[in-house]
């Protein structure tokens, strides 16, 4: 859905990008917004916000001191609080901003304390998984580093990600609307980490590493998805032993392995961070049954899910 165009709410007489609740009785704030623009806003710069600009058409130079930086769409800009440009509009351009403080993945997350690395050598399966939701964003200190190319499956997935968070802050249509909407900008950190950071090739001369980025984006794209090794022979031409080799030799597991991994880690962080049904969580991971997710839950992490979120 397009949004409606709104105006940045005001808090303590400064500009704040938030959602504020539109419930009688709800005195709530969600530090989250979005908004579908054709020019950047002149509050882009906001110095309180993280930003995820979905560069839909168009093309941008972005002009950092003395650096500029061409940017073609379809693209995805991530930008911390320091990361201060100029933009000359090269052609008419659409975009998707989300605003967003990294407390609303951890509250531990303000912006001062990952500034000063207190989270870099973070010990802890929980907090580590957290963090590398929004490492990258501070991580690299050129905007460059930041730019990615997006295949058109790529920006479809993230559009309707965005759709569905977008629709959740405006709506606000059940008393879940606050974790919903933090659930959906986490499945939106948890695809942009696994498909464009964690398994990006790093020698793009590498046909192996190419084909297994390809292919673990396909699965980060589909993680809802019922997906099956014969789907996966069919959509990369490829026999079973080679993609299971080719896992094995990327990640040291077998494909579909990696794919239950991927899965149990967004249902992890969901559990831990939002307080979404159970069920409606193992759907967005893979399993629309509720039964087989706890089971397969447990199987893989020794407890069901309902105790892991109490843990």
């Not at 500034?115 to 907090?127: H, L, P, V, Y």
């Amino acid at each position: 859905m397009e949004g409606p165009v709104r105006t940045p709410g005001l808090r303590e007489n400064q500009m704040k990008l938030y959602t504020e609740c539109h419930w009688d009785g709800w005195d709530r704030i969600v530090d989250i917004y979005t908004e579908n623009c054709d020019r950047f806003p002149e509050y882009i710069n906001d110095r309180s916000t993280y930003k995820i600009i979905v560069l839909e058409q168009g093309v941008l130079e972005l002009i950092s001191g003395s650096e500029k930086y061409e940017t073609k769409a379809p693209a995805l800009i991530l930008l911390n609080q320091n990361d201060v440009f100029d933009c000359r509009i090269i052609q008419d351009f659409k975009a998707r901003i989300i605003y967003f403080k990294p407390s609303v993945i951890r509250e531990e997350f303000s912006i001062g304390r990952i500034d000063s690395g207190e989270f870099d050598n973070a010990f802890g399966q929980s907090i580590f998984q957290d963090y590398m939701l929004v490492r990258y964003f501070t991580y690299y200190q050129d905007i460059a580093s930041k730019i990615f190319p997006l295949a058109l499956n790529d920006l479809a997935r993230i559009k309707e990600l965005y759709n569905c968070m977008e629709n959740e802050l405006l709506s606000q249509r059940d008393g879940f609307w606050p974790c919903r909407s933090r659930s959906y900008i986490i499945e939106i950190l948890h695809f942009i980490t696994y498909s464009f950071i964690v398994t990006a090739p790093e020698d793009t001369s590498s046909a192996d590493q190419e084909d297994f980025s390809k292919i673990c984006s396909y699965l980060n794209e589909h993680i809802s998805d019922q997906i099956t090794l014969e789907i996966l022979t069919k959509q990369f031409a490829v026999n079973r032993n080679k993609l299971n080799d080719l896992f094995m030799k990327q990640s040291s597991m077998t494909c579909l392995n990696y794919l239950l991994n991927l899965r149990m880690d967004l249902a992890k962080i969901l559990l831990t961070k939002t307080e979404l049904p159970i069920s409606e969580i193992g759907a967005r991971v893979g399993f629309p049954d509720s039964n087989y997710f706890a089971k397969i839950f447990r199987r893989e992490t020794g407890v069901t899910p309902s105790r892991f979120r109490a843990s």
